[in-house]
């Protein structure tokens, strides 16, 4: 499987900025994703990280919100923007394997003051 | 539309005791189903899965079988350990590559 990182793996944010997350894997993968994970719920899909194009949001999910980058096949951002306490979250990256299965980063666990 | 029901935690259960947590869905077609485990403070590590009816997946003593007349997946383990606390969710794999987790169930093993 692969070795996915995050950084940072915790921040503290004030209301109103932004916080730009990273997701590293170990080797090239076509399918990234991101999720979020709000206390105590389970995981939602905010989107796809498509290389070369745009990502593809879920419902309730908009670029304006959730800007994402893929610039190659090991390497995606997540920036969470204009943030508020409802931001507050665990947001997973993930990767595709190849029995579809999905492969899960160690997260990073954000609080908006 | 397709969505996953587990039973509600927290599970509390002594060391050696038998374990069985309860998941169920609902699909179009025949998905695959996965059990993800997550420690506290890590993010989520694929412990099992099955592709088709009748498969069981099994790893670490943990095995669930696919039974599509019941359209279950339930989580079983003969002998809990205490570093088997962590919370267990059951995942549905649609449209390819998307997926949708269950709710989460928590397990705490007391000694």
């Known amino acids: 499987s692969a070795v996915i990182s995050q950084k940072p793996s915790r921040d503290i944010c004030q209301r109103g900025t932004s916080l730009t997350i990273q997701c590293q894997v170990d080797?090239?993968?076509?399918?990234m994703f991101w999720y979020r994970q709000q206390p105590g719920q389970s995981l939602t899909l905010i989107a796809t990280a498509n290389q070369g194009s745009e990502a593809t949001y879920e419902s309730g999910f908009v670029i304006d919100k959730f800007p994402i980058s893929r610039p190659n096949l090991t390497f995606s951002t997540l920036t969470v923007s204009n943030m508020s306490p409802e931001d507050s979250s665990i947001y997973l990256c993930s990767v595709g394997g190849e029995s579809n299965e999905q492969f899960f980063g160690p997260g990073t666990r954000l609080t908006v003051l | 539309g397709d969505s996953v029901t587990q039973m509600e935690g927290p599970v509390t259960l002594s060391e050696e005791a038998f374990l069985t947590i309860n998941c169920t869905y609902t699909a179009t077609g025949y998905p695959s189903l996965f059990w993800y485990v997550q420690y506290p403070g890590e993010g989520l590590q694929l412990l099992l899965k099955a592709t088709k009816a009748d498969d069981k997946g099994s790893n670490k003593g943990f095995e669930a079988t696919y039974r599509k007349e019941t359209t279950s997946f339930h989580l079983e383990k003969g002998s809990v350990q205490v570093s088997d606390s962590a919370v267990y969710f059951c995942?549905?794999?649609?449209?390819?590559?998307?997926?949708?987790f269950g709710s989460g169930t928590k397990l705490n093993v007391k000694p």
């Open positions: 080797s090239q993968v076509t399918m």
């Open positions: 995942a549905l794999l649609y449209n390819f590559n998307k997926f949708y």
